[in-house]
């Protein structure tokens, strides 16, 4: 469903939308004026007027006020209780944090609010749309019933940019149904310390990989332009790269982590999310900033997110970090300049909170200096989830004292007002409830299992254990193995996600029992249940749920979530996944361990028990992606998109680092079955791995093999056949 094009139409259509959602909205809905006739329309309401010519007439129009509530973003939970703050406080944007929902979670109340919140805005003065925001980073997950697909980690493991596409195009059909045009995804931070709790967000440790998995946004917002004013399809929504830029590459604080020892979790810091990231400048273009270029250049993403993190460029000697969310050089100057990025920058949730105030260095809110050099730095729209009065007063006292110019507020908006015409947001302000069945349709999950089983990566395979036969007698054990909110992970229904059943759709055992109907399945969580006669065990362990500074190790733990939640976080395998793991293969033929988790998991096999190991990551809703694979109705083809570490003390370990010997390399990654890639690179890739397993392998094998996965990634294949000759040889 398009754009309509014909203005006479356009404005028809416009009006039955008003009087619909006046309708749906119930009685107590505002009455909504006819739009006004072609002759006495302002210039910004003709449709078939240029973008740029219809926001300078937008612009020239609006007081200084309304355009600060342009620059202004509330959450949800702020105005669902009077939604005339909207319009009083001439807000721009509303969001949905991770949890943030309508009483009934539904497609159809996510409409209504939406709609709801429109309606407010829309009785502006000049009647300028809303544009909705939330983080659909893996799926829709705030939404109960959306396709939940797997954690970037698990993405950039296909690596296939083509199947990363339809996951957006997906995504953004479902985000669309439920009224939202924007999303705050993708990211495209190159993790390099697995110690990290958002590891699983980044598609891996190469920027080349990364870059290649930025297909992601084409398929949120549509091809990119090609010069002409951009339309934005009614079921697309505009991306954004985040987090610009150095997240992934922040220094572990071992100090912090000491500290944090022996506290309660209400006391403990982050030890690595938010932190510094301290590089050369040369290393930070080669490593945090190479993603940003193709997002913007070659996908026209709409919006960039800065991180949280600082960086401290060790060219002028550390000490001196700058707040990313106060660095003009790199928003303004990098940004907006050297890469030519047209679109707006959106801080995070309450991002300039964090910029340090050197007059008031103990205040975590606002003040007119946070306020004015975040701006100032490039900060085009600000999530001020609930403060967002406070921040209007404060710019607006701001640009009046002179400290921050009428030229970068007008900037500002027009790059928002930009978006939201392209969008359609003008002749379209309101959802309706035609498209929810598109929330976790069949045609998505089709997608999501498909996504799972080329994301699962086999990193041990003795004696050709995988694929099992369908007529298997299986013991499976785990935790993981029948736990949807396990294998979903952060970002699912609430922030920090949840063990438990908080979706629908197929855990691992469900879907083992799908996909080999006739195997005689016996299942055990504990492993406490007797193993009988069965023959293959599989042990399906790993982590809980967790997100940004939750998830670090050696930080806090979750103390407001479920049980489960409230481990140590450890790149070792939880104790207790281990009894299992130790129990099931001591006492079956064959054993097959999964690691469901958002990155490496180190799994002790003193004894060489483990006959097949998988990285399964977090597959999100649909669980029979796995036994896909395991069953052999598609091959193993995932390649690891980070290095798995030997030991914990490795971390961190990348590719391209001087003592490199992990368990298994960047690029790793056994196949089984009838793989679609027959090329000679996938087959001397195979015939390495192979020599490794036979043990023939020369000693830098691991380095070997991921300089070789490297330099495929960069397009040198000349380089990349030699390397894998070198340890086949």
Same mark, same amino acid.
């Given at each position: 469903m398009g754009i309509v094009t014909d203005a006479r139409t356009r404005r028809r259509n416009l009006a039955v939308a008003l009087s619909a959602a006046a309708a749906l909205l119930g009685q107590g809905a505002p009455a909504l004026a006819a739009p006004p006739s072609a002759a006495e329309a302002p210039a910004y309401l003709d449709a078939d007027a240029p973008v740029a010519q219809r926001v300078a007439d937008l612009l020239g129009r609006m007081t200084l006020e309304e355009k600060i509530g342009q620059m202004t973003q509330a959450e949800r939970g702020a105005v669902a209780d009077d939604p005339s703050k909207i319009k009083t406080q001439?807000?721009?944007?509303?969001?949905?944090?991770?949890?943030?929902?309508?009483?009934?979670?539904?497609?159809?109340?996510?409409?209504?609010?939406? +709609? =709801?919140?429109? !309606? *407010? &805005?829309?009785?502006?003065?000049?009647?300028?749309?809303?544009? #909705?925001? @939330? $983080?659909?980073?893996?799926?829709?997950?705030?939404?109960?019933?959306?396709?939940?697909?797997?954690?970037?980690?698990?993405?950039?493991?296909?690596?296939?940019?083509?199947?990363?596409?339809?996951?957006?195009?997906?995504?953004?059909?479902?985000?669309?149904?439920?009224?939202?045009?924007?999303?705050?995804?993708?990211?495209?931070?190159?993790?390099?310390?697995?110690?990290?709790?958002?590891?699983?967000?980044?598609f891996g440790e190469d920027p080349a990989l990364v870059s290649q998995m930025s297909t992601v946004i084409d398929g949120y917002q549509g091809p990119a332009g090609n010069g002409k004013d951009r339309t934005f399809k009614s079921d697309r929504v505009l991306a954004t790269a985040k987090h610009f830029a150095g997240d992934g590459g922040?220094?572990? +604080? =071992?100090?912090? !982590? *000491? &500290?944090?020892?022996?506290?309660?979790?209400?006391?403990?810091? #982050?030890? @690595? $999310?938010?932190?510094?990231?301290?590089?050369?400048?040369?290393?930070?273009?080669?490593?945090?900033?190479?993603?940003?270029?193709?997002?913007?250049?070659?996908?026209?993403?709409?919006?960039?997110?800065?991180?949280?993190?600082?960086?401290?460029?060790?060219?002028?000697?550390?000490?001196?970090?700058?707040?990313?969310?106060?660095?003009?050089?790199?928003?303004?100057g990098t940004l907006k300049g050297d890469l030519g990025f047209d679109g707006f920058v959106i801080s995070d949730w309450e991002g300039i909170h964090q910029i340090p105030d050197p007059a008031a260095p103990g205040n975590g809110g606002l003040t007119p200096y946070k306020v004015r050099t975040g701006v100032n730095a490039g900060n085009d729209m600000l999530m001020e989830p609930y403060s967002a009065q406070q921040f209007e007063d404060l710019l607006l006292a701001e640009v009046k004292a002179g400290r921050v110019a009428q030229s970068r507020i007008d900037d500002a908006v027009s790059r928002i007002l930009t978006k939201k015409f392209e969008l359609g947001l003008f002749e379209h302000p309101y959802a309706t409830l035609d498209d929810v069945d598109q929330v976790g349709s069949a045609e998505h999950r089709a997608v999501a299992r498909e996504a799972v089983a080329k994301s699962?990566?086999?990193?041990?395979?003795?004696?050709?254990?995988?694929?099992?036969?369908?007529?298997?007698?299986?013991?499976?054990?785990?935790?993981?193995?029948?736990?949807?909110?396990?294998?979903?992970?952060?970002?699912?229904?609430?922030?920090?996600?949840?063990?438990?059943?908080?979706?629908?759709?197929?855990?691992?055992?469900?879907?083992?029992?799908?996909?080999?109907?006739?195997?005689?399945?016996?299942?055990?969580?504990?492993?406490?249940?007797?193993?009988?006669?069965?023959?293959?065990?599989?042990?399906?362990?790993?982590e809980t749920p967790y997100s940004e500074g939750y998830g670090d190790v050696g930080g806090p733990e979750c103390g407001w979530c479920t049980v489960p939640q409230h481990e140590e976080k450890s790149l070792n395998l939880n104790a207790d996944d281990q009894k299992v793991v130790d129990k099931v293969c001591a006492e079956v033929e064959t054993c097959v361990v999964?690691?469901?988790?958002?990155?490496?998991?180190?799994?002790?096999?003193?004894?060489?028990?483990?006959?097949?190991?998988?990285?399964?990551?977090?597959?999100?809703?649909?669980?029979?992606?796995?036994?896909?694979?395991?069953?052999?109705?598609?091959?193993?083809?995932?390649?690891?998109?980070?290095?798995?570490?030997?030991?914990?003390?490795?971390?961190?370990?990348?590719?391209?680092?001087?003592?490199?010997?992990?368990?298994?390399?960047?690029?790793?990654?056994?196949?089984?079955?009838?793989?679609?890639?027959?090329?000679?690179?996938?087959?001397?890739?195979?015939?390495?791995?192979?020599?490794?397993?036979?043990?023939?392998?020369?000693?830098?094998?691991?380095?070997?093999?991921?300089?070789?996965?490297?330099?495929?990634?960069?397009?040198?294949?000349?380089?990349?056949?030699?390397?894998?000759?070198?340890?086949?040889?």
């Open positions: 001439m807000l721009g944007s509303v969001l949905s944090g991770g949890g943030s929902t309508p009483a009934q979670n539904t497609p159809a109340a996510w409409v209504e609010m939406v +709609n =709801t919140f429109q !309606a *407010q &805005a829309l009785q502006t003065r000049l009647k300028i749309p809303l544009i #909705y925001g @939330i $983080d659909a980073v893996h799926g829709h997950g705030n939404v109960r019933g959306a396709t939940v697909f797997p954690h970037n980690v698990g993405l950039g493991a296909t690596r296939s940019p083509g199947l990363v596409k339809q996951v957006g195009r997906a995504t953004a059909a479902e985000v669309r149904a439920t009224g939202i045009p924007w999303s705050f995804s993708p990211c495209l931070c190159v993790s390099r310390d697995e110690r990290w709790g958002r590891s699983y967000e980044s922040t220094t572990y +604080n =071992t100090a912090i !982590a *000491q &500290a944090n020892v022996g506290k309660p979790w209400w006391e403990k810091k #982050y030890t @690595i $999310d938010q932190g510094v990231t301290e590089m050369s400048r040369a290393d930070f273009t080669r490593l945090a900033l190479a993603p940003f270029g193709p997002a913007v250049n070659a996908h026209d993403v709409g919006s960039v997110m800065p991180s949280y993190s600082s960086v401290d460029f060790t060219d002028d000697g550390l000490g001196n970090p700058v707040k990313m969310h106060a660095n003009k050089e790199l928003l303004t699962q990566v086999l990193l041990k395979n003795a004696g050709n254990a995988l694929p099992l036969s369908s007529k298997s007698k299986v013991y499976v054990a785990g935790r993981n193995a029948d736990n949807i909110g396990n294998q979903a992970g952060g970002w699912t229904i609430t922030w920090q996600g949840e063990s438990g059943d908080n979706i629908p759709g197929t855990t691992i055992l469900k879907g083992i029992r799908e996909v080999a109907p006739n195997a005689d399945v016996t299942f055990s969580a504990d492993a406490s249940a007797p193993v009988g006669d069965a023959k293959v065990g599989i042990a399906v362990v790993g999964l690691v469901v988790s958002g990155r490496p998991q180190i799994v002790a096999d003193p004894n060489g028990r483990i006959d097949a190991l998988v990285a399964s990551w977090l597959p999100g809703s649909e669980g029979a992606g796995v036994a896909d694979v395991l069953f052999g109705r598609q091959g193993f083809s995932g390649r690891l998109p980070v290095t798995w570490p030997a030991s914990a003390a490795q971390e961190p370990i990348n590719v391209g680092d001087a003592d490199y010997h992990p368990a298994y390399p960047f690029g790793w990654g056994l196949r089984t079955g009838d793989d679609s890639d027959s090329s000679d690179l996938a087959q001397a890739l195979d015939r390495a791995q192979s020599a490794v397993a036979a043990g023939r392998a020369p000693a830098d094998w691991a380095a070997l093999i991921a300089d070789a996965e490297q330099a495929r990634l960069t397009g040198d294949t000349a380089k990349a056949r030699n390397l894998l000759n070198q340890v086949a040889r």
